[in-house]
């Protein structure tokens, strides 16, 4: 049943056979360079942090228009209030940093370290993309309300990062990158988690080999608000944790006091983090808060699909990126020698960062290169051996157009066919036609030509004979 | 049967669908960075000069040690003689510039306008890839002697240009590649040609929608040569006349002049670049030069394989890269409404400007963009639906976990799933369904479920009944 073709997606799709059989489908995110937003970078700092912090005054906005959904979509960032906006704006050429805006600049900030970035021709303050998912939240207001929800996509793209290189870690590497935009519950979170465990599945990785671990963001969120620690700086306090394992425990609590946490806060918030049951941390929490709510419905689910021995919760994943609202996981090798395999989580609250109306959404991110170092650990990587149905050779110099000729014929009936190109003795013929495992050899001689035919020899059976050129199937 | 993996090429692999049934490996050139060889950008001007016109003076060296091949590969390039290179090496941090690195540095400088190009964090000048074509010869060179020759490989890569956007003409774009490495004979030639005409076909396109103009830029080397034109200009002269439908004739003229040309031999030049048939080339160019024996060979070839009416000589043609050596030809809308389709040839020196022996190669390169915008001209765009097999839902909100399992069972058994994740009325349900595509519709419902069964709507039949889980198919 014919739809409306969509142009973009015609020649730069890219098939991932893993990815084939499930409901979703290819985005790719072809703008690589992504804009730095250069006027964001050069706005005074002063304005930008007195707007930063009297935002916490500012009244939480839940309801979202365009959905209409608004129970599920919990806080922190704070809605732009629209009339005010229109109503003080900031001297040309300079703007305010809302906390949305503002997180967003964090992110950029500590991107910097690592980013490709630089000006282009026309002065333009851009980098070549350490992810893919503002690609795509940039896609989604773009498209606006034409793509009913939700969306479920996925993308393989390239992104660079200007990083010390480790096992596991270059500074160019593809991203498999999967989401859901547009459904609130955490449905969609396990439905991400199912899709990586079926591919790791494919690939011959068990849950004895990795595991993903588990959390929300919202049990940080619910220990810094019953300690009344100002919502703002949530995303600051997630990235610092996230160097919990990278940097010492010191250098930690000395940049969580710098956000203005208090020592109580700092020590409840590091007592939380060990966490590793769902029964501790609902002693800890309560049995009300919306983030024990969706991990429990999480964990359920996974038992459902059937992967429930490959997740476990633990307090302490936060996830690096300052966008993540709600569950956060990664996926590990339960040997521990390498880093984080995948990682993903909700992010509720990143369209409008961009500009955009908030829509839920999750997803993940999945490189191509911490994988492939665990399927040579585990022995598990295929030979993948070259395949080609047919090798074309003449025996004349003289024979090579209708050699030629012959591969055509072959080729408009799909075949594959390796046409020798060369004048090569046939000890060489065969020898190649072996390395890439050729099912059968073509030989165009003078006699046989003349009569309109063509020697076959089946190279798996020897077995030989003359065909016709018109009934070569 | 197994082989040796080639654990570089796992995850990295793009599959084109329209290349698949091809006896072409694909390879992807991950790199997209390139290094502007710095050190050649600093080195001092004076030096430069007096090297490569020095250069003309040196015997012309036509062996190939590593190959064997030696007949067919003519000039224009000039070894570097390694006994001089090694006593007299230019002072530290320093470089000569023989011709054959003098032309990839035009080369580059001549791009150096479009390019995107930046320092990185670690002083390198690197740029983002504008073609694939360096990319190959670095990669070949790299795998050296242990890759059996001939190479025949394809990729489909991003590339950039930095330039004024036009019809067909973007700052990135995809570019499918084809290179055939170390074969001397036209039948290289002929048989690229041959994969673009069955990409052609297969998307609907015929000889009446696109030709191809077909040249040597041996053409021009033997009339330089009638003239006694250093070698060493060869490379300029073709990049100059390359712009010969884009700037008028005079700046033309007075280009060939500033490349020290006589007038005599711009008249010449200018007349054979008008020609547009064999016959009148050998008229002008007599019988023995290798460019009409090249010519001569692919246009009978072309007969041979079928697509002789896809293909014309036109003398004009000469391609704006500086590296090819041989046969070039570019693929041309019939209608004259858009750019060069596609372009390439032969490069058989390119290898020596990187470092690595000569290896004879040729190639072409093939942009999405131009395409897309012919089949859009002609109407050829397909139409392309998203398809899926199953569409899963829960009737009843506690059931999510059951339709998630159905969802699990299915896709173990490689069907495509798309799990409905929210509470939705089925009138939304069916809408979806249809907008996908889905082939049947599994309800997951209380009173089913407690039996182990579920019902299965055929969406194109209307035909409904219940079946057991483990029965669904």
């Known amino acids: 049943m014919p739809a409306i073709a969509n142009p973009s997606l015609l020649i730069l799709l890219h098939h991932h056979h893993h990815l084939r059989s499930r409901r979703f489908a290819t985005a790719l995110l072809p703008q690589t360079l992504l804009s730095l937003l250069s006027s964001s970078i050069r706005a005074p700092a002063l304005r930008a942090h ?27 960032p704070v809605q732009p209030d629209i009339a005010q906006k229109i109503d003080i704006n900031p001297p040309k050429g300079t703007r305010d940093f809302p906390p949305e805006d503002m997180r967003l600049r964090n992110w950029l900030f500590n991107n910097f370290k690592e980013l490709y970035c630089f000006e282009d021709r026309g002065n333009r303050r851009v980098a070549l993309r350490p992810e893919l ?49 547009g459904v609130p519950d955490v449905t969609a979170e396990a439905e991400l988690i199912s899709s990586i465990v079926t591919f790791f599945k494919r690939i011959g990785i068990t849950a004895s080999d990795v595991g993903f671990k588990v959390s929300s963001r919202k049990v940080l969120q619910e220990v810094l608000r019953g300690y009344s620690v100002p919502d703002h700086l949530f995303g600051r306090v997630c990235v610092i944790i996230d160097k919990m394992e990278k940097i010492p425990i010191d250098d930690i609590k000395k940049e969580l006091r710098s956000a203005e946490l208090s020592e109580e806060v700092i020590e409840e918030l590091l007592q939380v983090l060990s966490v590793k049951s769902l029964e501790k941390l609902e002693e800890k929490l309560g049995t009300v808060g919306e983030a024990l709510v969706d991990l429990k419905q999480l964990f359920s689910l996974a038992e459902k699909y059937g992967y429930a021995d490959w997740i476990q919760f633990d307090a302490s994943v936060v996830r690096g990126i300052a966008y993540y609202t709600g569950i956060v996981f990664e996926g590990f090798d339960r040997e521990g020698k390498l880093r984080a395999i995948c990682g993903g989580g909700r992010y509720d609250h990143l ?57 055509s014929i072959l080729r408009q009936k799909g075949q594959s ?17 072996a390395r890439i495992n050729a099912q059968r050899l073509i030989l165009v001689g003078s006699a046989e030509w003349q009569k309109g035919m063509v020697g076959v020899k089946i190279l798996t059976s020897g077995e030989q004979y003359e065909v016709k050129v018109d009934e070569l199937e």
Chains 1, 2 share one sequence.
């Open 50 to 76: 007195s707007t930063s912090s009297s935002a916490q005054t500012q009244p939480l906005s839940t309801d979202n228009a365009r959905t209409g959904r608004s129970g599920s979509i919990s806080s922190p």
């Open 133 to 181: 998912t503002p690609s795509l939240a940039r896609l989604v207001i773009q498209k606006g309300k034409s793509v009913p929800l939700p969306l479920k996509w996925f993308a393989v793209g390239q992104c660079w990062r200007y990083e010390r290189m480790t096992r596991g870690r270059r500074r160019e590497h593809y991203q498999w990158n999967m989401d859901i935009i």
């Open 351 to 407: 369209l409008s960062t961009f500009g955009g109306d908030d829509i839920p959404a999750c997803g993940f991110g999945f490189g191509d290169a911490v994988i492939v170092e665990l399927l040579k650990e585990k022995g598990l990587l295929p030979e993948l051996s070259p395949q080609v149905e047919n090798i074309v050779c003449s025996l004349d110099q003289d024979l090579r157009g209708a050699a030629a000729a012959v591969a």
């Open 417 to 433: 066919v390796d046409l020798v190109l060369e004048n090569k003795p046939l000890k060489w013929v065969f020898k190649r036609a």
